[in-house]
């Protein structure tokens, strides 16, 4: 670990301080960095130990409740998780594998599903013994919903889906230890002035028959989870695997992002902690022209407004986390109706879509700064910073949302609806 502790305690509860430090005690031994390093270099699929290890730390899909498998914890509590999880591996490969994607959606599926799927698949899964994602990318594209292909139709009890989806992370994973996926089709017909209706989402097996798994894609980084796809070729699922309503699954992926965004923000910010902690420890030792480098106030200057900007995202993905707290927390709360008392969901949406548009670019631009400070060094796999950079980047170019629609959703809510560019 970085000697340099830019982390204050002061303000985590007791039970955080417990999860933060257990979390790092094993990282020490289990997820050091240049087994992250060397995870990222060797590509998918995740380590079994570290799936292992992370669900015995407790921390995979942490929010679902007490009774169904999970710890029961708020969203401030799994938020902190995931920051120490992007502090400790901050290729993003874990974060994005088991906390966003894992965890955000796995409680978005079981909030869904019947007692079946939750006995199969989620407790599995929070016991690290299966992966559980999300599956609504498809080839035509990931933001515009309008496009997607991906059908479904009933047949007696069961129902029929066809269509490919694309980009999909820890297929690989999930082929090699089993488990599923929250899959988007639409089951009625297109409506042109409002295509994300008659969208319904189904939890398939990735083991299902008529399911081909497409070979996983070379990625600019986070390798150590694949990101891969599958084609649906008549898979048939039957009625109970329906998540939610049907028509629904726009409004209750919504609410799957949601959930998942918070996460990456959280620990998009852990990356960027890492990375200064990093930085800092190398230009306090690194001398040129008699002085050490962090007293030159071109490096000094531009780590003190990185670190800024963290403990700025740091406070506004706690704001989230607490409105995400209230928000599960009212009684009669509906994805689908978008009722709640203290926040609508419209603008929740607009804070999480802040921190989802913030945290990763900062993160990519604190570790391009941190390569510059470093000059040779900084480029050098031997540190982590390239490997963090080509890692955050996946979240700065769409993965869980593109960033421009992150700021279509900020827009829509500051300056109103009628400013929407794409209508
Ligand atoms: C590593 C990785 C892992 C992923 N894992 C998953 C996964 O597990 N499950 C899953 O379903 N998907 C996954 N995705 C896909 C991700 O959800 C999509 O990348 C995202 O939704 C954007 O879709 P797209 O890539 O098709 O880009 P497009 O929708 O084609 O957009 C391309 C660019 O145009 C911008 N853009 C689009 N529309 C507008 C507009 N109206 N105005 C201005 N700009 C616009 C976007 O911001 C983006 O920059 C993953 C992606 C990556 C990179």
């Known amino acids: 670990m970085a000697e340099t502790n830019l982390w204050d305690e002061r303000d985590l509860t007791d039970e955080q301080k417990l999860f933060k430090n257990s ?3 094993w990282a020490e031994r289990n997820l050091p960095l240049d087994r992250v390093i060397k995870m990222n270099r060797d590509g998918s699929p995740f380590p079994a130990d570290i799936i292992k290890g992370l669900a015995d730390l407790g921390v995979i899909m942490g929010t679902v409740p007490k009774e169904r498998g999970g710890l029961g914890l708020r969203w401030s509590d799994q938020a902190l998780i995931s ?9 993003i490969a874990t974060a994005a594998g088991f906390m966003a994607v894992g965890t955000g959606w796995g409680f978005t599926i079981d909030r869904y599903a019947n007692e079946e799927i939750r006995e199969k698949f989620i407790k599995p ?3 690290g013994e299966k992966y559980v994602g999300i599956a609504t990318t498809e080839p035509g594209g990931g933001s515009d919903v309008s496009n997607f292909k991906c059908t479904g139709r009933k047949e007696g009890d069961e129902w029929v889906l066809n269509g490919e989806k694309t980009f999909i ?6 082929k090699n230890i ?10 009625g017909p297109k409506i042109p002035e409002a295509p994300h209706k008659n969208m319904t989402a189904f939890f398939v097996p990735i083991d299902s028959e008529g399911l081909t798994p497409a070979e996983p894609y070379n990625n600019a980084g986070r390798n150590a989870i694949s990101t891969g796809g599958f084609i649906m070729e008549d898979v048939r699922v039957p009625e109970e695997h329906m998540l939610g309503e049907e028509g629904k699954g726009f409004y209750q992926t919504m609410e799957g992002f949601d959930n998942a965004r918070i996460l990456i923000g959280a620990s998009a910010v852990g990356v960027t902690r890492r990375i200064l902690e990093e930085a800092a ?3 306090k030792e690194r001398h040129t022209f008699g002085r050490p480098l962090a007293k030159y106030e071109g490096i000094q200057f531009e780590f003190v407004e990185r670190y800024m900007e963290m403990e700025a995202s740091n406070l506004m993905v706690k704001k989230v986390a607490v409105m995400q707290d209230v928000r599960y927390d009212e009684e009669g ?9 203290t926040y609508s969901p419209k603008e929740i949406a607009k804070w999480i879509s802040m921190v989802k548009y913030k945290t990763p670019h900062l993160a990519k631009d604190t570790a391009d700064d941190a ?10 796999s031997e540190f982590i910073f390239e490997t963090a950079w080509r890692g955050v980047m996946s979240y700065c170019v769409g993965a869980e949302g593109g960033a421009n629609i992150q700021k279509i959703v900020i827009g829509r809510e500051t300056l109103g609806a009628d400013y929407l560019p794409y209508r």
Not at 169 to 174: D, K, L
Not at 333 to 341: F, P
Request: aromatic share 14%; net charge positive.
């Open 23 to 25: 979390i790092l005690k």
């Open 83 to 91: 920051e120490v999880i992007g502090y400790i591996d901050p290729s």
């Open 125 to 127: 899964a929070i016991r």
């Open 169 to 174: 992370s820890g297929v690989q994973e999930a």
């Open 178 to 187: 089993g488990g599923g996926y929250w899959v988007n089709v639409r089951t």
């Open 281 to 283: 420890d190398y230009i």
């Open 333 to 341: 709360w509906s994805a689908r109706t978008g009722k709640a008392k």
């Open 371 to 380: 390569m510059h400070w470093l000059g040779a060094a900084g480029y050098s």
